[in-house]
């Protein structure tokens, strides 16, 4: 969110990452020597494999575009939680929506209270 509305932006999934279906015994040389591969991803002696379903799903998910949009707009009436400062942890329910400020209000239970307070966009996530 800018001050001017949201703004849309593409970025990499998993970016730096190359995924690759190969042979390790007969291909990795060929593989880790390829331009502007760095490696490929292990753990300790393990080779990180990823299995073909998880692959799949992935390429439904993006569809042949290869785009996926999320929607991270939050909606009064939501529940969030706070993910920084001294209210880390506590879910809240937001009741309105600053854009301008880049702020909303929640309204949450303390000590046996309702209470509402504004908050930071980049301080909740969706719960």
Known sequence: MTQRGPVWFVEAMFPGYLFAKFIYSTQHRAVE???G???IVHFGDRLAILPENIVTALQSR???E???TLD???K???S???VAGPFHGLEVMVTQLLPAKERIRVLFDFLGRSMEM???TLEVLAA
């Open 66 to 68: 290869e785009i996926v």
């Open 37 to 39: 591969v760095s490696g």
């Open 62 to 64: 993006v569809g042949a």
């Open 76 to 78: 009064v009436g939501q």
């Open 118 to 120: 504004e908050i930071s």
């Open 80 to 82: 969030v939680q706070i």
């Open 33 to 35: 020597s390829s331009h």
């Open 72 to 74: 991270c707009s939050i």
